[in-house]
């Protein structure tokens, strides 16, 4: 329990993340504009900070709050539209999640535009099953004549969405509630796999034995096959940078928890 | 006007008309953060409007308004649907 | 570089195995990946979703047919950038009055407290006559307009306008070879240049984000506008009937803010064609629906996060410079003080170009923080060497005729300020974003040359057509 809280304290302060011990870490990530600033500001009020991300000319906004006597880090991630790293800015929100260790990622989704905003929370959805999408400008589609079943998008993700208003403050306490039980672990998470067409499967299939023996349980092994095939330089630069220093015993277990498929 | 059927790109869309995406025919970054956008091919893009002067314009992609410039959206196939 | 690619030498294998099969199919395994996932995504919202009406908020259509439109598009830029200014300029005056009047009220309560305590006469100057009364001038004279600024120019950008004006711009930036969304990174230098530049990471490619970084000086920030406010009611405004000054004084202010943006396009231009040559990269610009501001967070954000903060910047470095300039108005050499032979010095320089010794060297000593100019300046044109505190605009015009300012030399010191170097903040801004000192110091460099030569241009015209 020791070992593995040292690792994940020096794998978060790559990304100049200090979390106190026992802290819940939450990342939130999502496309621009979609209020993401608001449920980060809605969260934390007046308990933020705001810097740069170790050696990038990224800003990084953390944020604290306490919810049920536990305490909370909210790092907010850079507003992009994908994390396949193509821009400094994904590269650090994919790092983040990937490695950073995050209990809960928080991926914030723009109502009017589902479209391409679960196009995020898929990618995300990926590298983590700790997570929790949040329907975000739920007041805007209803202008809009838009109806977002969140019941049913949940049984299709098989992760736990909630709706929200942030400029209101409608659905927070939904939200925190839910941060919470999926940081404690009190949530059982089926996330869906993404469903690729066959030239895709099939290259991915190829790919799979070597990769598993590779990273084992520490990151999802399709996802890894998948950023090979896209040719994501970036990427494997980050394995060796970040999973090295991961890669004690006793660790690998854990991480296993955390990372499952 | 290029009247090339085939070749039609999205900088010929005229305003308020509506096209499905062929290839996108550009390269790098740039071709990377439009497929982010989910302009790919069979996406049904809508020309909004078009900027005072003319370039840039303003399209329609899955509920968001996207502005590219005449250069970069003229390597954009598309057929009129 | 590689020290951070471990030679695991499986990892090596697959990567190469993974390499050859992307290879193989020609770079084209990406590509179907994001589709795919978008394909996912399409069949997630089918189940989902569910759109009534095909009613797309029209009033977003409409707002946009007139805010981008070929007919007004621009004007209305323009209207906005007026009443900006406007409401900021005849907004600002009563407070200012108003906290001016409260700190040096509180001035005269501080020097009685020093002559109880017996403190040296040298250390009240420097302490209450320099340090404190820069400081009361700082405050009253920035914070109000600020406190009005901010939250206008916040209230613009929640609304979602700020995107139509990279929209509407973008074929000039384009023509320029730079990025449409420089736009948005002056706008955000009319607060604060350190800001804008700051905020150029928006851009993508390097080179037009240090096209960008370079030219974000020439948008004029929150701690030029006093002094441009100042001298624009004094000599513009005043030149026109009582009861208009505010109105005059922010069309003088607007067309500056014009000028400034021509010699932006200008100089972006000039750039692209020498020392950042290069072909303009792609825009790819969202332009998110209309949304009603937030009042309350609005004034909370503009107030916290950018007033407090420009203020404090602008107090820590106004501090200094008033008690620095106390004393230099203070040491004398012979029977001049030291920025009396300073100013005699710099006196044909600044002649040459509209100016004189004396508001030369204030723009020199106002480079920490561009907000100290005017004080600094009054201080050294009165011979007892301190800030003075006036109450009314008259007042200042009087010492301004006094010390020979014609309106050449207020249109010159206005088009000094505008274009002059940024200051030590945005500099250092400027260090840390672009990381190169070679691009700080054309950052630095650029705005001087340009301020000087279209000065002395201006003056020397003016002079020789016997205007002046």
């Known amino acids: 329990m020791q070992t593995q809280d040292v690792t994940r304290r020096v794998l978060r302060e790559h990304f100049g993340v200090g979390a106190a011990p026992g802290q819940y870490v939450v990342a939130l990530a999502g496309n621009p504009n979609v209020g993401k600033s608001t449920v980060f500001n809605a969260l934390t009020g007046l308990r933020q900070h705001t810097g740069n991300w170790p050696g990038k000319t990224v800003d990084n906004a953390q944020g604290t709050f306490t919810f049920r006597d536990k305490p909370f880090l909210l790092v907010d991630l850079p507003g992009t539209y994908s994390i396949l790293a193509h821009t400094v800015e994904e590269q650090i929100a994919r790092d983040f999640i990937c490695f950073g260790c995050p209990d809960v990622t928080v991926v914030v989704l723009d109502a009017t535009c589902l479209e391409r905003n679960l196009n995020l929370a898929l990618q995300v959805m990926e590298i983590t099953p700790n997570m929790v999408v949040c329907v975000n400008l739920m007041d805007e589609a209803r202008k809009k004549n838009i109806t977002v079943n969140t019941d049913l998008l949940k049984k299709e993700l098989g992760v736990p969405v909630v709706a929200t208003t942030a400029r209101n403050g409608d659905g927070l306490d939904e939200l925190r509630e839910t941060m919470y039980q999926v940081a404690a672990g009190t949530l059982e998470l089926y996330p869906r796999r993404i469903t690729y067409s066959e030239q895709v499967e099939n290259t991915v299939q190829k790919l799979l034995p070597a990769i598993q023996r590779l990273v084992g349980n520490r990151l999802n092994p399709r996802w890894v096959a998948l950023r090979l095939l896209d040719g994501d330089r970036a990427f494997i630069e980050s394995i060796g940078l970040h999973l090295d220093s991961q890669a004690k015993p006793g660790v690998v277990s854990e991480a296993a928890r955390e990372v499952a498929i | 006007m290029k009247n090339n059927f085939a070749r039609l790109s999205l900088a010929d869309l005229p305003v308020g008309s509506s096209c499905q995406v062929c290839s996108v025919e550009l390269a790098g970054l740039l071709k990377r953060r439009i497929l982010d956008l989910g302009i ?7 020309c909004i409007r078009k900027s005072p002067s003319g370039d840039p314009t303003a399209y329609g992609v899955r509920g968001a308004t996207i502005a590219l410039r005449h250069d970069d959206a003229s390597q954009i196939k598309v057929s009129l649907i | 570089m590689s020290a951070t690619v471990k030679p695991i030498s499986p990892l090596a294998e697959v990567c190469a195995e993974a390499e050859s099969i992307r290879l193989g199919s020609g770079g084209k395994l990406g590509d179907a990946i994001v589709a795919d996932i978008y394909a996912n995504a399409e069949s997630i919202v089918r189940k989902v979703v569910c759109q009534t009406s095909d009613a797309k908020s029209n009033w977003d259509a409409k707002l946009d047919d007139v805010l981008t439109s070929r007919l007004f598009g621009y004007p209305i830029m323009l209207a906005l950038l007026g009443l900006v200014f406007w409401i900021t300029i005849e907004g600002a005056n009563v407070p200012s009055g108003m906290i001016a009047d409260a700190l040096f009220a509180f001035q005269d309560q501080l020097s009685e407290w020093f002559a109880l305590a017996g403190a040296p006469e040298w250390l009240h100057g420097v ?272 010492i301004l005729v006094n010390n020979g300012w014609t309106w050449l030399t207020a249109v010159c010191t206005m088009l000094f300020c505008l274009l002059h170097w940024p200051c030590t903040t945005s500099l250092l801004s400027a260090y840390k974003e672009s990381g190169s000192l070679k691009w700080t110091f054309a950052a630095f460099a650029i705005p001087t040359v340009i301020a000087f030569a279209v000065c002395f241009v201006v003056a020397q015209a003016a002079r020789s057509l016997g205007f002046a």
Request: contains cysteine; aromatic residues 10%; hydrophobic residues 55%.
């Open chain 3, 127 to 398: 302490l209450v006559l320099g340090l404190y009364r820069g400081l009361a001038w700082v405050v009253s004279v920035m914070l109000p307009p600020m406190a009005i600024f901010f939250p206008l120019f916040t209230l613009l950008e929640d609304f979602g306008y700020l995107p139509r004006v990279a929209f509407n711009l973008d074929h000039l930036f384009k023509a320029c070879k730079a990025c449409g969304k420089q736009a948005l990174t002056m706008c955000m230098g009319f607060g604060c240049n350190a800001a804008g530049v700051v905020s150029c990471r928006i851009i993508d490619s390097p080179r037009e984000r240090l096209i960008a970084i370079i030219t974000n000086n020439f948008v004029p920030c929150n701690g030029r506008f006093p002094t441009l406010i100042a001298v624009a009611t004094i000599f513009m405004g005043g030149a026109a009937a009582t009861g208009y000054d505010a109105l005059v004084a922010s069309g003088v202010i607007t067309s500056l803010v014009l000028i400034g943006i021509a010699v932006t396009f200008a100089v972006s231009w000039a750039l692209s064609h020498t020392i950042l040559k290069g072909e303009p990269s792609a825009l790819v610009l969202e332009l998110p629906p209309y949304r009603k501001p937030q009042i309350g967070a609005v004034i909370y954000r503009s107030i916290i996060d950018r007033t407090l903060f420009v203020l404090r910047r602008a107090v820590i470095m106004a501090a200094p410079a008033g008690a620095i300039t106390w004393i230099l108005g203070n040491i004398y050499i012979g029977d001049m003080s030291v920025i009396g032979h300073t100013a005699a010095w710099l006196q044909p320089l600044g002649y040459a170009v509209g100016l004189d010794g004396f508001i030369l060297l204030a723009f020199i000593l106002g480079l920490p923080a561009n907000e100290i100019v005017v004080p600094i300046l009054l201080m050294s044109y009165l011979s007892s060497g301190f800030m003075l505190e006036f109450d009314s605009l008259e007042e200042l015009r009087a």
């Open chain 2, 40 to 46: 790919i091919p069979g996406t049904v893009v809508e």
